[in-house]
C-alpha cells in the first residue's frame, strides 16, 4: 500500500471483526451484525459523535452484503443529485435484484425537500438509505424519513479502545515507513481526540511525520504539544466530565454567578461540546430554575436557541455567552417546576377522578340533558373576568400545586391570586 496514503485510510477497518468499540451494534448479538448474517437489511440512521466509524461501518455493510454503494455527501449534494443516484439504484436493483446503499454523510443538513425527495425511493427498497449525523436525528430528521429507518447510536471511543488503536497506528506507521517511534504518553493524543479516532490517528501521524528524518524515537510530551500546537482542555463529551461540566455549568447559573457561567461554557466550547446541546440546556434551566421569576428568560433561552442555528461557530459563543450571564443574574424561581412535579405526582394516584360537570363539554343533546356543562360560568362575563368556582375534582379541592416564589414577579401574582381565591390555596 502506497505511503501517500493517509494512516486513518490505511488503518480503516475491511470487516465488522476489526472494528474497535461499537460492540454493542457489530458483537456478536450486535444488531447490524444480526442484519448482516440474515441478509435483512433496512435503512438505518447511524448518529454519533465524529470518528466513530459511522462511514466505516456503511462501507462494511455494503462490502459484506454484496450490495452496490453510492454515496452521497449533505454538504455538497442538492435534490437533483439524490435522484440522479435513485435513478441509478433502480438500474442497479433491476439487474443485481439486490437494493443498493445510498449513504449519506450528514444527513442532517439536508433540506426538508432534500430528505423528502428521499421517501419514494426508501418506502418502494430501491435503495437501502443508510444516514449518517452528529445531531439527535430526532430534531435534524424529518419524521416521515425517521418513521422508514432504524436508529443505531455510535458512541465515542473509550480510552482502552483509543489506547489499543493508537497502539496499532504506531505500529503500522513504523511498518510503513521501516521507523522505530515509541510514544512515551499516549493519553495526550487520546485527550487531545476527545473520542474521535480519525482524529488520534491523524493527530499520531502528524507529530511521527515531522521526526521521520531525525534520529529521535522516543516522542515526549513537549514534541507532541509543540507539534500540535492546541490546547488540550481536559473534555470528554461523552464521558463522565461531559456531564460533570454541564452540570457545573447549570449549578452556576443556578447559583446566580455569571463567572462560574461564563467559566464553565468556556470549557465545554474549547472541549467542541454542540453549541446546541448547551442552548438547549438553558433552555430547560429558564423554565426549571427560573421560571416566573423573570418570564422574559424563557424567551432570552429561545432566541438564543434559534440564533445559534442561524450563525453557528465561531459566532455562536458570543450568543451562548450573552444567554447564560442573563440567566445567571435573573432571579430564580423554581415555582412552576415544583408545581407540575406535585400535580404528576398527584394525578398519578387521582387519574380515575371525573372531570366535575360543569366542566365538561357538551357536544350533543343527550350530554346537554346530562347537565354537561351546566352549571358554568363563563369568566368573561363577570366583573375583572372573574368568578369564583371550582376547576378541581371534589376530593382534591383546595389543592395547592403552585406556591409563588419569593421574588416581585409572585409577589405580585401571590397578591392578584389572595384577592381572588381568598384563603382558599393558602
Given at each position: 500500500m502506497s505511503v501517500n496514503i493517509p494512516l486513518a485510510e490505511k488503518l480503516r477497518p475491511k470487516s465488522l471483526d476489526e472494528v474497535i468499540g461499537q460492540e454493542h451494534l457489530t458483537g456478536p448479538k450486535g444488531p447490524i451484525r444480526k442484519m448482516l448474517e440474515h441478509d435483512t437489511l433496512n435503512s438505518i440512521i447511524l448518529w454519533g459523535p465524529p470518528g466513530t466509524g459511522k462511514t466505516t461501518l456503511s462501507e462494511i455493510i455494503s462490502e459484506q452484503s454484496g450490495r452496490k454503494f453510492f454515496k452521497l455527501s449533505a454538504v455538497s449534494s442538492g435534490v437533483k443529485e439524490v435522484r440522479d443516484v435513485i435513478d441509478q439504484a433502480k438500474q442497479q436493483n433491476l439487474f443485481s435484484g439486490k437494493s443498493p446503499i445510498l449513504f449519506i454523510d450528514e444527513i442532517h443538513r439536508f433540506s426538508k425537500s432534500q430528505q423528502d425527495?428521499?421517501?419514494h425511493a426508501v418506502e418502494k427498497a430501491w435503495v437501502i438509505l443508510i444516514g449518517a449525523t452528529t445531531e439527535n436525528p430526532s430534531f435534524e430528521v424529518v419524521s416521515a424519513l425517521l418513521s422508514r429507518c432504524q436508529v443505531y447510536v455510535l458512541k465515542?471511543?473509550?480510552?482502552?479502545?483509543l489506547e489499543k488503536l493508537s497502539i496499532k497506528a504506531i505500529e503500522k506507521y513504523n511498518r510503513d515507513f521501516r521507523t522505530h517511534f515509541s510514544i512515551k504518553n499516549k493519553s495526550l493524543f487520546i485527550q487531545y481526540s476527545g473520542g474521535d479516532a480519525r482524529k488520534?490517528?491523524?493527530?499520531?501521524?502528524?507529530?511521527?511525520n515531522q521526526f521521520i528524518n531525525s534520529t529521535k524515537h522516543e516522542i515526549e510530551n513537549e514534541d507532541v504539544l509543540n507539534v500540535l500546537q492546541e490546547s488540550m482542555a481536559l473534555y470528554d463529551k461523552n464521558g463522565e466530565q461531559h456531564y460533570d461540566i454541564v452540570s457545573a455549568f447549570i449549578k452556576s447559573i443556578r447559583g446566580s454567578d455569571p463567572n462560574a457561567a461564563v467559566y464553565w461554557l468556556a470549557r465545554m466550547l474549547v472541549g467542541g461540546e454542540d453549541i446546541k446541546f448547551i442552548a438547549r440546556r438553558m433552555l430547560i434551566c429558564a423554565a426549571e430554575d427560573i421560571g416566573l421569576a423573570n418570564p422574559n428568560a424563557l424567551m432570552m433561552a429561545n432566541n438564543c436557541f434559534q440564533a445559534i442555528n442561524v450563525i453557528g461557530n465561531p459566532e455562536a459563543r458570543i450568543i451562548l455567552s450573552e444567554c447564560a450571564v442573563y440567566l445567571a443574574v435573573s432571579p430564580k424561581s423554581n415555582s412552576t417546576y415544583t408545581a407540575i412535579n406535585t400535580a404528576m405526582k398527584l394525578a398519578k394516584n387521582t387519574g380515575d377522578l371525573p372531570v366535575p360537570l360543569h366542566l365538561r363539554n357538551a357536544p350533543t343533546p343527550l350530554m346537554s340533558e346530562m347537565d354537561y356543562g351546566k352549571e358554568y360560568k363563563y369568566s368573561h362575563d363577570y366583573k375583572g373576568n372573574f368568578v369564583e368556582q371550582e376547576f378541581l375534582p371534589e376530593k382534591i379541592v383546595g389543592t395547592a400545586f403552585y406556591i409563588p416564589?419569593?421574588?416581585?414577579t409572585e409577589k405580585k401574582i401571590e397578591t392578584e391570586m389572595s384577592k381572588k381565591w381568598k384563603e382558599k390555596y393558602k
Amino acid at each position: 500500500m502506497s505511503v501517500n496514503i493517509p494512516l486513518a485510510e490505511k488503518l480503516r477497518p475491511k470487516s465488522l471483526d476489526e472494528v474497535i468499540g461499537q460492540e454493542h451494534l457489530t458483537g456478536p448479538k450486535g444488531p447490524i451484525r444480526k442484519m448482516l448474517e440474515h441478509d435483512t437489511l433496512n435503512s438505518i440512521i447511524l448518529w454519533g459523535p465524529p470518528g466513530t466509524g459511522k462511514t466505516t461501518l456503511s462501507e462494511i455493510i455494503s462490502e459484506q452484503s454484496g450490495r452496490k454503494f453510492f454515496k452521497l455527501s449533505a454538504v455538497s449534494s442538492g435534490v437533483k443529485e439524490v435522484r440522479d443516484v435513485i435513478d441509478q439504484a433502480k438500474q442497479q436493483n433491476l439487474f443485481s435484484g439486490k437494493s443498493p446503499i445510498l449513504f449519506i454523510d450528514e444527513i442532517h443538513r439536508f433540506s426538508k425537500s432534500q430528505q423528502d425527495s428521499l421517501l419514494h425511493a426508501v418506502e418502494k427498497a430501491w435503495v437501502i438509505l443508510i444516514g449518517a449525523t452528529t445531531e439527535n436525528p430526532s430534531f435534524e430528521v424529518v419524521s416521515a424519513l425517521l418513521s422508514r429507518c432504524q436508529v443505531y447510536v455510535l458512541k465515542a471511543l473509550e480510552y482502552e479502545k483509543l489506547e489499543k488503536l493508537s497502539i496499532k497506528a504506531i505500529e503500522k506507521y513504523n511498518r510503513d515507513f521501516r521507523t522505530h517511534f515509541s510514544i512515551k504518553n499516549k493519553s495526550l493524543f487520546i485527550q487531545y481526540s476527545g473520542g474521535d479516532a480519525r482524529k488520534l490517528i491523524n493527530a499520531i501521524e502528524i507529530v511521527l511525520n515531522q521526526f521521520i528524518n531525525s534520529t529521535k524515537h522516543e516522542i515526549e510530551n513537549e514534541d507532541v504539544l509543540n507539534v500540535l500546537q492546541e490546547s488540550m482542555a481536559l473534555y470528554d463529551k461523552n464521558g463522565e466530565q461531559h456531564y460533570d461540566i454541564v452540570s457545573a455549568f447549570i449549578k452556576s447559573i443556578r447559583g446566580s454567578d455569571p463567572n462560574a457561567a461564563v467559566y464553565w461554557l468556556a470549557r465545554m466550547l474549547v472541549g467542541g461540546e454542540d453549541i446546541k446541546f448547551i442552548a438547549r440546556r438553558m433552555l430547560i434551566c429558564a423554565a426549571e430554575d427560573i421560571g416566573l421569576a423573570n418570564p422574559n428568560a424563557l424567551m432570552m433561552a429561545n432566541n438564543c436557541f434559534q440564533a445559534i442555528n442561524v450563525i453557528g461557530n465561531p459566532e455562536a459563543r458570543i450568543i451562548l455567552s450573552e444567554c447564560a450571564v442573563y440567566l445567571a443574574v435573573s432571579p430564580k424561581s423554581n415555582s412552576t417546576y415544583t408545581a407540575i412535579n406535585t400535580a404528576m405526582k398527584l394525578a398519578k394516584n387521582t387519574g380515575d377522578l371525573p372531570v366535575p360537570l360543569h366542566l365538561r363539554n357538551a357536544p350533543t343533546p343527550l350530554m346537554s340533558e346530562m347537565d354537561y356543562g351546566k352549571e358554568y360560568k363563563y369568566s368573561h362575563d363577570y366583573k375583572g373576568n372573574f368568578v369564583e368556582q371550582e376547576f378541581l375534582p371534589e376530593k382534591i379541592v383546595g389543592t395547592a400545586f403552585y406556591i409563588p416564589g419569593d421574588n416581585s414577579t409572585e409577589k405580585k401574582i401571590e397578591t392578584e391570586m389572595s384577592k381572588k381565591w381568598k384563603e382558599k390555596y393558602k
